[in-house]
């Protein structure tokens, strides 16, 4: 199951039936978890704590040290979860902090040249499409999509079931159930295919377009008048739209309107 070629620290530990291709590199502390798949010219450096049924493509590079200006060294940490597939030329790096690691959840798809930058947390059902840019500190909600080209600011946060639109711009919080598109980002409307694909229900959908409507379409209202509005209505009585409403009110950097 390992290739003769490959490399592997002897103080790496992996689980059963882990496939290691030609060429791999496996580093000290990097402990991967049963029946996970490295193809071929992949590097993994630890300390980095791997799930199981994960796959790794060609030159996929997980676990380098952070490019954050601010590390002087000490030991830091990526957890990765199970059920994950890193295409071609995936890069994600450790964290800055030894108590904060970056981490990422479960059944996330990252396709060929994604970036996951130091500290970012990546929930589960997420797809970073080809060359998608997390820089750090990055938080990306459950079945959040960032599609191929767009670049994401440090210290955003990327609201769950939304939908970032290829070669988009993101200064700015992304809000929960929405489409975002352009350069700079702006809220294109409900996210109303990939709401429907996951089984949201009509009460459910109808109650996020009365707050889509409440606070995106005027742009020139101020949010906190906007977020009063919304919250006056039986719609913020929904536990999606309450969400997000907590959401917004809760952005420190602002909200892409």
């Given amino acids: 199951m390992i290739h003769p070629s490959a490399i ?17 590199v496996i580093g000290d502390d990097v402990v991967i978890g049963n029946n996970c798949t490295l193809h071929s010219h992949v590097v993994i ?43 071609e030329n995936t890069t994600i790096h ?8 970056t981490r990422i959840g479960s ?3 990252f396709l060929c040249y994604a970036h996951v930058a130091h500290d970012c947390q990546i929930g589960d059902h997420v797809i970073l499409s080809n060359n998608g840019t997390l820089a750090g ?16 600011h440090q210290f955003c946060r990327i609201g769950q079931h939304s939908i970032i639109g290829g070669c988009s711009k993101i200064i700015q ?23 429907q694909r996951r089984g949201f229900s009509e009460d459910d959908i109808r109650a996020l377009k009365s707050g889509y409507k409440k606070l ?3 742009k020139d209202l101020n949010l906190a008048t906007a977020l009063s509005s919304l919250k006056a209505t039986s719609a ?6 309450a969400h997000l409403i907590s959401f917004m009110e809760s952005s420190p950097r602002g909200v892409t309107r």
């Fill in 137 to 152: 500190h990055v938080e990306v909600g459950d079945h959040a999509i960032v599609s191929g080209l767009a670049a994401v």
């Fill in 216 to 218: 995106f379409l005027k």
């Fill in 173 to 195: 919080d992304v809000a929960p159930f929405m489409i975002i598109d352009g350069n700079p980002g702006q809220t294109r409307g409900l996210n109303l295919v990939g709401l």
């Fill in 45 to 87: 450096e630890g300390p980095t704590r791997i799930g199981e049924n994960n796959e790794f493509f060609p030159f996929a590079a997980i676990g380098g040290k952070t490019q954050d200006l601010k590390y002087v060294g000490e030991p830091t940490h990526l957890l990765i979860g199970s059920h994950n597939v890193f295409r």
């Fill in 236 to 241: 913020a009585s929904n536990p999606h739209c």
């Fill in 107 to 109: 059944h996330n798809l």
């Fill in 8 to 24: 592997i620290s002897p103080r790496a530990t992996l689980g059963q039936d882990v496939q290691v291709g030609p060429f791999c």
């Fill in 94 to 101: 450790r964290g800055t902090h030894d108590e904060i690691p």
